[in-house]
């Protein structure tokens, strides 16, 4: 068996039935009389609908129903509600149009659910939805941030002037201006994060049940967070009390943000079940998924750095817009606010700062939180403006790092942006990194790609994020609609195996693994005697699921919390079989001894004392061991560490190569080394991706030109160079695990490197800047234009 | 897709008269671009014929040319020692097509009737100056291909294999679309003792062409140099989000030049 505790490499859990084609997706649930439905799309970005004809797609072969935005607003139903409020730097709420569930008046965005169309079959449903005819009045349209506030741009909501949902700030401006006005220098840098489609290896997908004798909803759902999509479309939307209302998100084939938040396709099905009063099934095709999952990023930034004449960061002002697209998806008011602005110290000692950021609506697919969520924006913007510094200055770009970092011994540390850091040693992981790379030897390995026609250059990122979110009093002061502690039930049954009911979801990240090894640790009990439940409201007491890597740092947290009460309890029970005090107790490694004795219980005497109780304090002790626990974090964690990046770039031709990369993470406890080293491979891949490859690109009028993979670039495995993965942990001080979390860093940390390692590579072009993602294509250009300066010089 | 009737006759007489008999029905090959077309609801055949049983498979080589029958996949190709000892430009090229599962199931004989101007086939055939046998007739390449997706095949018409002259050298370079990894421009160059053929690929509005200066100067010098001053201009090519005309033009000359090289 080995050593399976906090620490062991041990293989996961899941992966037989994941590598063996044995997963329970939704789409591979069928229930009996089950019907399918097929959702009749906008073709178009912005046009008024003048009139709907069902007929002859309700009487075609194997139709049982067709519904439209008018039989929606006809009943109780809800809008999609949005999850996070954001007030407007006068103190006003943002705006907040009615999203609804099929389109009322409207269309806003290609891929705007109209009508949906319940068949027999999947082929009948689509056959039928050829027939139904929408009369459109199109309407301009605006796809881009410039344009959507640019005056006189069309409006994507009627009475949301300038299509601007809030306009909101953080740190004093007058201050920062101060700063700035007397700074030596300030260096600025105009930038873009590129908008993403998040693709999951599984489309979404969602299973609307209707119980006729019991009037009861189940949805099986595509779902990072089955009891918040409970919560938002039960109270909000449908309008069906959580009693009658159970959400299953079964095995679930990534996520990566995108199946955080309650989707229309959602209430489609299980409102529609209801109506035809059998279980409906929705699955998207492809196509589908890149025009109705939400996108990600989409930001356009000015930022400035005042530095003194060492390079001294005295002051930061950026001015950011971020695309909300057409509607708010759930999380989405807060991803350019609450999870990018704040971040905007990064590891540096910064003492003031300013940002303003407008969030603007356009005729886009909605966007919100993708893997990161507003760190690796912040990330990126920090790190390329850092590297522009040491351009435009002269002063090396490490020696500029470690001279603004915020030092080991300053600890806990308050930023200027509302955030308190913990812990962290920012040194280390540079230097470890340094020394992994070789930096210092680069220079030998520029001249000899040199010599093979190939300009090679390195890049280095210094980054920290917040996950393991959130403190629930401070997320609702900043405008959570939603508290973000985690839930544990510890079931430890008669014979001394344990379940262990999460309200985290494991979608590709290998809880049922990790979170096993933290009953493995505190309880002493065998790997394969944990079983980890995660996913269905009927089993879990509650949850707020996975996102913003939060899962160890705050669901293990509850695990904890509630493997201590099952200590607790079996102390009791064990003195009691011991005639012992309470006190005199301990428990290690499944066993309760008397202290300084060889007098023993095993969790199992105590369990099967806990269930059969002939023997047992049944006047003070109820029977049982199973205990439940809600933690609210303390704190945000706060991983960092640093990227370094090798690219080669064929100058001919602009292909760019990764040939190096190293990540050096500070995750704070690690308790799958393997898992760990996996999540941030994973991480790293989108972020390659992200900079080198992945754009989402819709015409100015709104048409999604990069609407399959034959247009958008999903980097594949022969893009990603192997990957050096490191940890140098510092321990997160106000969890009971010491965990940060790690599903996030590889994303986060990664594009900046790449970038700057790309920039690095075109020095001798004059490329100060260049927008993600480097595709050959542009590099050629840039080359192109830069000829005939080098030329002339 | 849309319902279809499936036929799967055993004999090429009966595939070219179900073939004839009903405008709307259509031949099916490897399927990996017809299928994802009938997918996508672009195409509503009434039936679909399916080649499979023809028996239009193998290689067979012959003195100075090679056969290859229609519905020979990409995998044999690639796989072929033949191919590779005689047109080793066209195993290579094989070889990149897609990826494991399209190059299995991915015919020869589909890649050329459907002449997509992204695909890589159509620039060996024409290099190589080969001739497209069909079940009524003999197309010379250079009279095959007619622009995108456009052939000189008539209604009906099935390819039943193609003749490759053998070269002295060949090579293929493919600059791939870095989304589909089908060609952005793929250049095919095939010398023979009577001078050299080189065609391009992805990068024509009119599909694959023949670079006539290319082929003047390289029928001259066989070397990378001989064209290194030629430039291609960008009329006529191909513009998307992934390359412009420009880029295209500028790759043309890149792309030749390592062909070249790899040939020479
Ligand atoms: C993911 C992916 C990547 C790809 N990448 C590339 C690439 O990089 N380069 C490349 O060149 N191609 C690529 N392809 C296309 C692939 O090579 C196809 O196999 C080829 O285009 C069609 O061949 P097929 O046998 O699949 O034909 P099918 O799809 O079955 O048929 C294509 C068309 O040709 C007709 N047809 C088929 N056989 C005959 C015949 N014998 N006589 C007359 N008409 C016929 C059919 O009626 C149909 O209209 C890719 C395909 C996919 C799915």
């Known amino acids: 068996m080995g050593f399976e505790g906090i620490g062991a490499s041990v293989r996961r859990k899941e992966d037989v039935r994941f590598l063996s084609g044995r997963g329970n997706y939704t789409d591979d649930i069928n229930r009996p009389g089950q019907l399918h439905a097929y959702i009749k799309r906008a073709d178009r970005p912005h046009a008024r609908i003048d009139a709907i004809d069902t007929a002859a797609a309700g009487k075609a072969p194997g139709v049982v129903r067709v519904f439209t935005g008018a039989d929606i607003a006809a009943e109780n139903i809800g809008g999609i509600p949005c999850g996070w409020q954001i007030h407007n730097k006068d103190g006003s709420p943002m705006a907040e149009p009615m999203h609804p569930v099929l389109a009322v008046g409207k269309v806003r965005h290609v891929g705007d659910p109209v009508a949906v169309v319940i068949a027999d079959s999947r082929q009948a449903a689509k056959n039928a939805a050829e027939l139904i005819e929408i009369d459109y009045t199109d309407l301009p349209a605006v796809a881009n941030l410039t344009d959507a506030v640019a005056a006189g741009a069309p409006e994507v909501h009627d009475g949301v002037a300038g299509n601007l949902c809030y306009d909101w700030v953080i740190g004093d401006k007058a201050v920062v201006d101060g700063v700035f006005a ?15 489609i998040p693709n999951a290896m599984e489309p979404r997908a969602a299973i609307g049940d209707y119980d006729t004798s019991s009037g009861d909803y189940t949805l099986y759902t595509t779902s990072q967070n089955p009891h918040v999509i409970r919560l938002l479309m039960g109270a909000f939307v449908l309008h069906i009390p959580e009693n009658k209302l159970r959400v299953v998100a079964p095995d679930v084939g990534g996520g990566f943000g995108s199946k955080i938040y309650h989707y229309a396709e959602e209430a489609i099905v299980t409102w529609t079940a209801g109506k035809v009063r059998r279980p409906v099934k929705w699955t998207a095709e492809r196509s589908e998924s890149f025009m109705s999952d939400a996108h990600g990023r989409d930001h356009v930034s000015t930022a400035e750095m005042a530095i003194d004449k060492d390079g001294v960061f005295l002051g930061l002002r950026i001015t950011t817009l971020a695309n909300m697209g057409a509607y708010l998806s759930t999380f989405a008011p807060a991803v350019p606010t609450y999870l990018y602005a704040t971040l905007l110290a990064g590891v540096y000692k910064t003492p003031v700062i300013y940002c303003n950021v407008k969030a603007v609506f356009t005729n886009t697919v909605p966007v919100d939180a993708y893997r990161g969520a507003g760190r690796p924006e912040a990330t990126y913007l920090l790190e390329r403006l850092v590297d522009a510094i040491a351009y435009d200055t002269g002063i090396d770009k490490i020696e500029l790092r470690r001279k603004n970092f915020i030092p080991a011994d300053a600890f806990p540390y308050q930023t200027p942006v509302a955030l308190q850091y913990d812990s962290g040693d920012y040194q280390t992981t540079l230097n470890v990194a ?6 210092d030897s680069f220079e030998a390995r520029r001249a000899e790609a040199k010599r093979r026609g190939k300009l090679r250059g390195i890049g280095i990122s210094t980054y920290l994020e917040a996950c393991g979110i959130a403190p629930s009093a401070v997320v609702g002061s900043l405008g959570a609609r939603a508290g973000l502690y985690e839930v544990a039930n510890i079931r430890v049954h008669p014979t001394g195996s344990v379940t ?3 309200g985290t979801h494991s979608h590709g990240q290998g809880h049922e693994t990790t979170l096993a090894q933290l009953v493995v640790d505190q309880l002493g009990v065998p790997l394969d005697q944990v079983e980890v439940v995660h996913g269905d409201t009927a089993k879990i007491p509650f949850g707020m699921g996975t996102y913003g890597s ?15 009460k099952i200590i607790a309890k079996g102390k009791k029970i064990a003195a009691h079989l011991l005639e012992a005090s309470v006190q005199d107790i301990e428990f290690k490694d499944n066993t309760f001894t008397v202290a300084g004795t060889d007098r023993s219980k095993t969790l199992t005497d105590v369990s099967l004392a806990a269930y059969v109780p002939h023997n047992y304090p049944i006047e003070e002790l109820e029977p049982g061991l199973d205990e439940t626990a809600f933690y609210d974090p303390k704190n945000f964690t706060f991983p960092g560490g640093c990227h370094i990046a090798e690219v080669e770039i064929d100058p001919e031709t602009g292909v760019v190569e990764m040939v190096n990369f190293i990540a050096v993470d500070d995750v704070g406890r690690v308790v799958n080394p393997m898992i760990v080293e996996g999540q941030v491979q994973g991480g790293v891949a989108q972020g390659i991706g992200q900079a080198l490859f992945e754009s989402a690109i819709y015409d100015p009028d709104g048409q999604l030109l990069s609407g399959s993979f034959m247009d958008y670039t999903m980097p594949r495995a022969n ?17 009971p695990l010491g965990s940060k979390g790690c599903g996030e860093v590889g994303a986060i940390g990664s594009p900046p490197a790449v970038m700057n ?37 | 897709m849309y319902d279809f ?13 179900l073939l004839s008999a009903d405008p709307d029905a259509k031949a099916l090959a490897g399927g990996q671009t017809f299928i994802p077309v009938l997918k996508q609801r672009l195409n509503r055949p009434s039936t679909v014929v399916d080649l499979a049983k023809l028996g239009l498979t193998g290689i067979t080589v012959s003195g100075d040319k090679v056969t290859i029958a229609a519905m020979t996949t990409h995998a044999t190709i690639a796989a072929s020692p033949e191919i590779k000892a005689k047109i080793p430009g066209l195993q290579h090229q094989a070889s ?8 299995h199931r991915g015919t020869i004989g589909g890649s050329l009737a459907n002449n997509d101007p992204a695909a890589c086939y159509p620039s060996a055939v024409l290099a190589l100056n080969g001739t497209i046998k069909t079940d009524r007739r003999s197309i010379p390449a250079d009279e095959f291909f007619q622009g995108m997706f456009t052939t000189a095949l008539e209604p009906g018409e099935i390819i039943t294999s193609v003749e490759l002259p053998v070269p002295q050298k060949s090579a293929y370079e493919k600059f791939r679309n870095p989304a589909s990894r089908y060609a952005i421009v793929g250049v095919f160059v095939a010398k023979f003792a009577s001078g050299v053929r080189l065609a391009i690929t992805g990068a024509g509005q009119g599909g694959v062409f023949r670079h006539a200066e290319f082929e003047k100067a390289l029928s001259a010098n066989f070397a990378p140099e001989a064209i290194a001053g030629i430039a291609t201009p960008a009329e006529g090519l191909n513009g998307d989000i992934h390359a412009s005309p420009e880029y295209r033009a500028h790759l043309i000359g890149v792309v030749s030049k390592r062909a070249v090289a790899k040939a020479a």
């Not at chain 1, 893009?719 to 969890?735: G, Q, R």
């Not at chain 2, 990149?96 to 190059?103: C, H, M, P, Q």
């Open chain 1, 757 to 793: 390692a790309v920039v690095d590579a075109l020095k001798e072009y004059g490329v100060r800047h260049l927008e993600m993602p480097a595709t050959a294509a542009k590099i050629w250009s840039i080359i192109q234009s830069a000829q005939p300066r080098i030329a002339a010089e």
């Open chain 1, 434 to 439: 340094l020394q992994t790379a070789g930096w």
């Open chain 1, 182 to 196: 007397s700074a030596h220098r300030v260096v600025k840098l105009d930038l873009t994060n590129n908008r993403l």
């Open chain 2, 96 to 103: 990149l097509i897609g990826d494991e599962a399209v190059r």
């Open chain 1, 550 to 564: 939060r899962s160890l740092a705050v669901g293990g947290s509850a695990m904890v919390k509630a493997m201590d």
């Open chain 1, 719 to 735: 893009d990603i160079p192997p990957l050096s993965v490191a940890t140098e942990n510092t321990m997160c001080t106000h969890n």
């Open chain 2, 5 to 17: 009737a499936y036929e799967k006759p055993g004999s090429l007489a009966d595939a070219v008269k």
């Open chain 1, 500 to 502: 262990v009911f999460t």
